[in-house]
């Protein structure tokens, strides 16, 4: 090693290191060190230099402008060489305390602390890294210059491939770019194992990543620490106030304890207000999706639109299941809602909103999912689907396939005994309560179709792939807007779809050619299936009564079932028992088959064509909610449109650039151009009454610093009552 009086002459030239020559610098990710805790260096990619226009490794006497260009080269060299550095030593100055020297050694200095070999762990200890190597590059002010005074190549350690050195801690970063990139794929759901292979596509391989899965969620983990700094309940707050400024349309009801501590919150936006008021006839209220971090509840109102598809009418998370909060809830929900009741409400089996239901909304008819309830049954009758492999047939044909409830306890009489189950306190009182959930009970309630396992299904998948019990309530918020945006649009490709094309005819009846015209795509779509297989069955007349004729209806070749058509005197009002008019609001194959033998196939009769599944469902307007359908997706914000512009106008520019090292080189001093001059101009914004209410809004940030009521996060585990709390929301908006 060179001591300080060995330096160079001062002839000796002075480095200025080229971010262009040397690799471009991201934020180093040490081991065990929070990711924003790091320096950040340069906004470029991990790379490893090709070539250089000075020397490739450092010498007693080399001399650089700044202290960063000489940490930028020994690391560059170190990359090269296949080890990592990190800083030892600085020292002050005497006289102004300014720096004066710096010492960069390898990360395999020194040795581990006996005091944490000799800790208890939990845990297995991990490998020991440090080895006392003794390599490191010292430097050293000189007036205004900094001269590398010491100097030491030897390692006692096996040094790695350039390739390999890529995963080492020093030369691990997460760049911006892949923040942002990072913080999209995570807001959308996207696990740690796909964001990286998604960064390894971007970049070219994985070693061109030039960080691993362990830093990503580190720099995720630093992001969720600033939230519960900031506060977490404060923040979704903030949002709701924000979004309440954007569009008057959107209401909100927070409960917040005698301590501040956030409770119960129920959100909806102006697009599940008015969907509700077009198709709230039918709702199922569930609560039990996954929870937060909180143990807080997630409780969807969800109802179908006029192409079947599932649809939101707000969104809850609930402080605990108690009667008291699903009764706040409703309450809630119903004034938000113009005080609207639904004519039929499904939700899961569970006592305290059974209570509550009763409670708030009387008048509405309660079902219990079917799709909840059938989940329950391999775990208490384990026993019975072990031992008799037929009992899941036995028993899907009597939940499923009986018509009438005759046929229903009839079969499920020769279950009980068959198998055994006649003790079976359980099954006993789920008996009692088949009116909420057998279908052979429900045929003639109106459900929209909604009782069907296969939709309540598709809705727990569909909001697993959005939301996780991890999931902060502030950024909870922000992943339910995304479901609904993808709902809605996915209802608005079905609009366009609907009215841009023209459905294929099946049959020769005039009643199709008017269902295409009134329906929509997928209510036609089952309508047309309908009447396509009513050429299927046969009528024959049973008996009259007075003036109604009841028929027969039986599929061709087959004498069961036989589905019973009730025509009353006009002959243009029907019943069947199957119930399909009742239950979904579309006419069945056993009506239209009668229909057909009393040659009424000319006419769709306007009694039995519901509004809710015709083209213009959303026709009527709503005055007493501020902001339509349309309007909302007005609402935008307008930063992140000029963004996503701009990016897609780059994208092809790159794509130009990457043709030749000409091309990408002229690119590049362009862009260093454009860059500097964005730099140096100054926005001055200000916001007027000819500008659009967005652009007016204060940043979240803003609209934090000035609350008047600061809220507190809610506890890990909520155990208090709803009397605790007081309401903060706002449904007064509406």
């Known amino acids: 090693m060179a001591d300080s009086s060995d330096l160079g002459h001062p002839e000796e030239p002075i480095y200025n290191i080229d971010s262009d020559e040397l690799e471009a610098e991201s934020e180093n990710i040490q081991c065990d060190v929070n990711v924003e805790d790091s320096v950040n260096v340069e906004n470029g990619v991990n790379v490893i230099p090709s070539s250089s226009s000075g020397p490739l490794e450092p010498f007693i006497g080399m001399i650089f402008e700044e202290v960063e260009d000489a940490q930028t080269f020994y690391k560059a060299y170190a990359r090269r060489q296949g080890f990592a550095i990190w800083t030892n030593h600085t020292r002050l100055s005497k006289d102004d305390k300014t720096l004066c020297a710096v010492d960069y050694v390898c990360t395999r200095e020194g040795f581990r602390r006996v005091s944490r070999k000799d800790t208890d762990r939990q845990l297995p200890e991990p490998a020991e890294t440090k080895i006392g190597c003794k390599a490191m590059m010292g430097i050293k002010k000189d007036g205004e210059k900094w001269i590398v005074n010491k100097f030491v190549v030897g390692h006692n350690h096996i040094l790695l491939t350039p390739r390999s050195t890529s995963f080492l801690c020093g030369h691990r970063g997460v760049t911006k770019v892949q923040k942002k990139l990072i913080m999209t794929l995570n807001e959308s759901g996207v696990p740690t194992r796909k964001i990286m292979s998604v960064l390894s596509k971007d970049s070219g391989g994985e070693f061109n990543v030039g960080c691993i899965g362990k830093d990503v969620e580190n720099y995720l983990g630093s992001k969720r620490r600033k939230i519960f700094e900031e506060g977490d309940a404060q923040r979704l707050y903030s949002y709701f106030l924000d979004r309440q400024l954007k569009e008057p349309g959107f209401v909100f009801s927070m409960q917040v304890d005698k301590d501040g501590s956030m409770g119960s919150c129920f959100w909806a936006d102006a697009r599940s207000r008015a969907a509700y008021q077009y198709f709230g006839d039918v709702v199922t209220f569930d609560a039990t999706y996954l929870t937060n971090i909180y143990k807080m509840s997630f ?285 979904m609001g579309i006419l069945c194959r056993h009506i239209l088959c009668v229909f057909g033998k009393k040659a009424k196939l000319n006419i769709l009769p306007q009694h039995y064509v519901l509004d809710r599944w015709t083209i213009n469902a959303k026709s009527r307007p709503i005055p007493d909610i501020p902001c339509s359908d349309d309007q909302v997706w007005q609402v935008q914000d307008e930063a992140t449109m000029r963004k996503s512009k701009s990016m897609i106008q780059l994208y092809d520019i790159v794509e130009l650039a990457s043709q030749s090292a000409k091309k990408h080189n002229h690119f590049t001093l362009a862009l260093e151009k454009v860059h500097k001059e964005l730099l140096a101009m100054e926005d001055h914004v200000e916001c007027s009454q000819t500008m659009p209410i967005n652009e007016c809004i204060p940043s979240r940030s803003q609209v934090i610093s000035n609350f008047s009521q600061t809220v507190q996060d809610p506890p890990q585990i909520a155990l208090q009552s709803l009397g605790e709390f007081a309401n903060l929301g706002v449904p007064a908006a509406m």
């Not at 109102?301 to 909060?325: D, K, R, W, Y």
């Not at 036609?524 to 050429?535: M, V």
């Not at 024959?540 to 599929?555: F, H, P, Q």
């Not at 079932?561 to 009730?566: A, K």
Request: charged content about 25%; hydrophobic content about 35%; aromatic content about 12%.
């Open 299 to 583: 409780v969807p109102f969800s109802g179908v639109n006029h192409h079947h598809q599932t649809i939101m009418f707000g969104c809850a998370l609930l402080v605990n299941e108690t009667g008291e909060s699903y009764t706040w809830l409703l309450r809630t929900w119903q004034e938000v809602m113009l005080g609207r009741a639904p004519s039929t409400i499904i939700t899961d089996d569970d006592k305290a909103m059974a209570k509550a239901i009763v409670e708030v909304l009387p008048n509405t008819t309660h079902r219990l999912c079917l799709w909840h309830i059938l989940q329950k049954f391999p775990e208490h009758l384990a026993h019975v689907y072990n031992k008799f492999p037929d009992f899941q047939k036995d028993f899907r044909h009597c939940i499923h396939e009986t018509i009438t409830t005759d046929e229903f306890e009839q079969e499920w009489a020769l279950i009980m005994v068959k198998y055994d189950l006649g003790e079976n306190t359980w099954l006993q009182n789920l008996y009692s309560r088949r009116d909420k959930w057998v279908p052979a009970y429900l045929r003639s309630t109106f459900c929209a179709g909604m009782s069907t396992t296969q939709r309540s299904e598709s809705m727990n998948k569909f909001f697993k792939d959005y939301v996780r019990s991890s999931t902060m309530v502030s950024d909870f918020v922000h992943q339910y807007e995304k479901a609904i945006d993808a709902r809605y649009f996915k209802e608005k490709e079905k609009d366009v779809r609907t009215k841009s094309t023209r459905a294929i005819m099946k049959t020769p009846f005039k009643i199709e050619e008017e269902a295409a015209i009134v329906y929509t795509r997928k209510s036609f779509t089952i309508f047309q299936d309908e009447l396509f297989n009513s050429l299927r069955y046969q009528a024959r007349k049973l008996y009259v009564s007075g003036e109604a004729k009841t028929y027969g209806v039986t599929a061709h070749g087959k004498e069961t079932p036989i589905y019973h058509v009730t025509l009353e005197g006009d002959e243009g009002h029907a019943t069947c028992t199957c119930h399909k008019w009742e239950f």
